[in-house]
């Protein structure tokens, strides 16, 4: 465990690095720096052209590698960073309750909807799961793939239980890490989680849709009651499972950072180039 | 004290010092490089088997990091939790293994579940029971592992994930032949494994199972014999571990010792070799023209002179040699000056200086040898007594020079008119003699009556006069007898008594003294 605790310090030192080092190698007022979690990045990285030509501005962007940004926390890291030098924003990938946004004075500008994949090796047979059938694996009640139709083998739970605090998530699987089985690995990035089930045939997990497998990956994706996680049957009501992705900035930040946010909502309500990644509008999703 | 007299002698007496010396102190240092070369192969033997145990224990330094690198690994932790507690395939856990940590210079690597079941790794031959015994103890276990080959080092290490025990890692490292010929080609020497004082491993076969006294640390084998040093293994591993001991062949030393001594012997017969032909040559070269000056000095002081001949002078010695050639050139030089002076006064001893002939001083010099050969071949001396006839009148009409000048052509005239065998004097003022050998008295008085001709025919010119000159001859011939002294006195008297006799009976003629048995014969012009 230590080792584990180990790595999120680099991980969080090199990112303070980053961010530290960056200001110094831009123009004065005129640089933007964002970092945080994988899939909000990937929207701003896509909006990038735009929102830089909205504004008198440059963008740099931190979250590539999921294993650099450490999600949601790196993007309030970054914002708690912000300084009127140092205009800084954060990218989060759940719902950060009133209480967080309070306390950190934050303000948050929702982005997108994302599926979460439930993944599996790419030679098991099983293809469709019921909402139940993946709850029950996950919690432990079912532990082998031939009592939900595949081969006589001890289900290997892979799971990625970040942002333990904040609603949504992983929680619209099951709700609290407890909830969880106690025989399961748990990863700390994307690309850890397609690994583990990629290596494994008996092997289950999750992964949001903005998260691209690659084509050596050996998962894939297992429907839910029938259903793949696409941005329309998330929009019908149909998939049960996704995340909200938002930017963050700080309350006190200046007028062009909060405009650069509205800009980056305007943009994903009007852009239609997620399809690849799956990412639905914010306000898209039907109650 | 010895007594060198010579300088050859002390140059040899010299070079054989010189030679034992070297001898000696050659000699010297290999009896004391020997007991260095015994006493240092000694340190050494300690001195490698403490760097044996250095390097056997950062062996087992190095094996137990590798096992904490595996062992601290998350990922080998989170598919060690997979394959142990959910029960997956073990196929990932291998790859990982072998993609993961292929790379470690390890011989064995081995995952086991906690119960010691295999549940990955490669070259499972060296499962032993280690895990058993190893505990939950979190720190790494280092043992040394009987096997069939020799011996394995087994690093073990157990792994946790979440806190709960998984399994082990077990990795170790072979300590084979092979292995121990790596250890020697480090250690210059040998190295056996023993277990209960008994060798288990060796790369000499016959030393196999042969037993090793810890307290005597000597191994004998047949061929050889081995001086030993227990490497201490001062953080041994595991409590029934081989014992580790280093080995210097005693064979090896005494072949060093041996290939040191022919050395040295080399050295010597070389040097002194060496030394005695440089001395040869130096003697040679020494000896040789110091004998030819010694020789050239012994001729010198016998009165000759011999040849020396000069040479490109390349040393002292041959300078000396061209000094004395040029010595001798000079004294030859010299010589021949106080020859030829010696001949002018030998000339000028026997030698009338106004008519260049023989003096009377000669003529007692040359009779007895005219005597001797008169002797020998039975023959008579002759002898003309001449007289000028007044020749004080000539003085006195016109002078000492005209005089004198008369006499050299006189003198001049009897040269021209005698034979070769005519010996020439002049005995004094205007009286000559010549006296000759085997001639009858005809004969004589034939020649002495030509030169009365000729002496009467030839005037002398002086200045614008000529002096005409008359000479009266006395001539005795007989057979020497007696003593040289009489002998010669007889002659010369009796001549002189002829001569007498013609100055008395009118000068100008020539009279033959005559012996009692003859009367005097007289010519006149």
């Given amino acids: 465990m230590h080792l584990q605790h180990r790595m999120i310090r680099l991980r969080w030192l090199a990112l303070a690095l980053l961010l530290t080092v960056t200001p110094a190698t831009a123009q004065q007022g005129e640089l933007l720096t964002g970092a945080g979690a994988h899939s909000s990045w990937v929207v701003f990285d896509k909006l990038k052209p735009v929102l830089e030509k ?128 106690g025989k399961r ?73 909060k405009n650069l946010m509205r800009t980056a909502q305007q943009e994903m309500l009007t852009t239609r180039a997620f399809t690849e990644h799956q990412l639905a509008p914010h306000f898209s999703l039907k109650k | ?65 590798y096992a904490n690198i595996v062992r601290d690994d998350l990922r080998i932790q989170e598919y060690m939790y997979i394959v142990t507690e959910i029960g997956a395939e073990r196929g990932p856990l291998d790859k990982l293994l072998s993609e993961q940590f292929g790379w470690l210079p390890i011989d064995n690597n081995i995952l086991t579940d906690k119960s010691g079941k295999i549940i990955g790794g490669h070259k499972t031959s060296v499962i032993t029971d280690i895990t058993q015994h190893h505990g939950n103890t979190p720190g790494v276990k280092l043992e040394y ?71 005597k640390l000597v191994l004998s084998l047949l061929n050889d014999s081995f001086f030993l040093r227990q490497v201490n293994l001062s953080d041994n591993a595991g409590q029934q571990s081989p014992a580790f001991y280093f080995g210097v062949s005693e064979v090896y030393l005494l072949e060093t010792i041996h290939d040191f001594s022919r050395l040295t012997f080399a050295t010597v017969v070389i040097g002194v070799l060496s030394i005695l032909l440089l001395g ?34 390349r040393n002292e010695i041959d300078a000396l040699s061209n000094r004395f050639a040029d010595m001798v050139q000079s004294l030859r030089e010299q010589q021949t000056l106080i020859s030829k002076a010696h001949s002018k006064l030998e000339t000028l001893a026997i030698t009338d200086t106004l008519t260049n002939l023989y003096n009377r001083r000669h003529l007692l010099e040359v009779f007895p040898k005219l005597q001797a050969q008169a002797q020998r071949d039975g023959t008579s001396l002759a002898a003309i007594i001449i007289d000028i006839d007044h020749f004080k009148d000539i003085n006195d009409e016109h002078g000492h020079l005209a005089g004198d000048q008369c006499l050299m052509e006189f003198s001049a005239l009897l040269r021209s008119h005698s034979r070769t065998n005519d010996y020439l004097f002049r005995l004094g003022g205007e009286e000559f003699l010549i006296v000759t050998l085997g001639e009858n008295v005809e004969g004589v008085y034939a020649a ?13 010119q002086y200045g614008k006069t000529d002096i005409t000159m008359t000479i009266s001859c006395g001539i005795c011939v007989e057979h020497p007898t007696g003593t040289k002294e009489e002998s010669l006195n007889r002659l010369l008297h009796h001549s002189d008594n002829a001569l007498y006799l013609a100055k008395q009976t009118g000068r100008n003629k020539v009279i033959v003294h005559l012996h009692e048995d003859e009367t005097d014969q007289q010519g006149t012009a």
């Avoid at chain 1, 849709?209 to 009501?237: E, H």
């Fill in chain 1, 54 to 181: 909205s504004g008198d501005y440059s963008l740099k962007l931190f979250g590539k590698q999921s294993m650099l940004g450490v999600g949601c926390n790196a993007g309030i890291k970054s914002v708690m960073q912000y300084s009127a030098k140092q205009e800084t924003f954060g990218f989060v990938c759940c719902k950060l309750d009133d209480e967080e946004v309070r306390k950190k004075n934050l303000q948050v500008f929702p982005l997108a909807l994302e599926p979460l994949m439930i993944l599996s090796h790419e030679e098991n047979p099983v293809n469709n799961l019921s909402i139940n059938q993946i709850r029950d694996i996950f919690s432990g009640k079912i532990t082998n793939w031939k009592d939900v139709g595949g081969n006589d083998q001890a289900i290997v739970v892979v799971t990625r239980l970040h942002c333990k605090k904040r609603p949504g998530h992983w929680k619209r699987i099951l709700p609290s890490p407890d909830s969880f089985t």
């Fill in chain 1, 185 to 257: 690995i748990n990863v700390q990035s994307a690309d850890e989680m397609v690994k583990r089930v990629g290596d494994f045939k008996a092997a289950i997990g999750h992964a949001g849709t903005a998260w691209l497998r690659g084509d050596n990956s050996r998962t894939k994706i297992i429907t839910v009651d029938g259903y793949m996680p696409t941005v329309k049957n998330l929009q019908a009501g149909s998939y049960p499972f996704y995340r909200e992705l938002s930017a963050i900035i700080d309350k006190n930040a200046s007028d062009k950072l």
């Fill in chain 2, 1 to 65: 004290m010895l007594h060198l007299k010579t300088f050859r002698a002390r140059l040899i007496f010299y070079i054989l010092l010189i030679s034992t010396f070297l001898s000696i102190a050659l000699g010297t240092s290999f009896w004391h490089v020997r007991d260095i070369l015994l006493e240092e192969s000694n340190n050494q033997l300690s001195r490698t088997a403490n760097l044996l145990d250095t390097y056997l224990v950062a062996e087992q330094r190095e094996l137990e990091r």
């Fill in chain 2, 145 to 215: 592992v009987n096997t069939n080959n020799g011996f394995e080092l087994v690093a073990c290490a157990p792994v946790y994930y979440l806190e709960q025990l998984l399994g082990y890692i077990v990795i170790s490292r072979s300590y084979d032949t092979v292995k121990l010929r790596e250890l020697e080609n480090i250690s210059k020497g040998r190295v056996f494994i023993t277990l209960n004082n008994t060798i288990s491993l060796s790369t000499i076969p016959s030393a196999i199972n042969k037993s090793i006294d810890p307290q």
């Fill in chain 2, 280 to 313: 040869m040559f130096f003697l040679r070269d020494f000896d040789r023209p110091i004998k030819e000056l010694l020789s050239v000095t012994d001729a010198v002081a016998q009165g000759k002179l011999p040849t020396v001949n000069k040479i490109v002078p």
């Fill in chain 2, 448 to 460: 002495a009556e030509k030169i009365r001709k000729a002496t009467e025919q030839t005037p002398v």
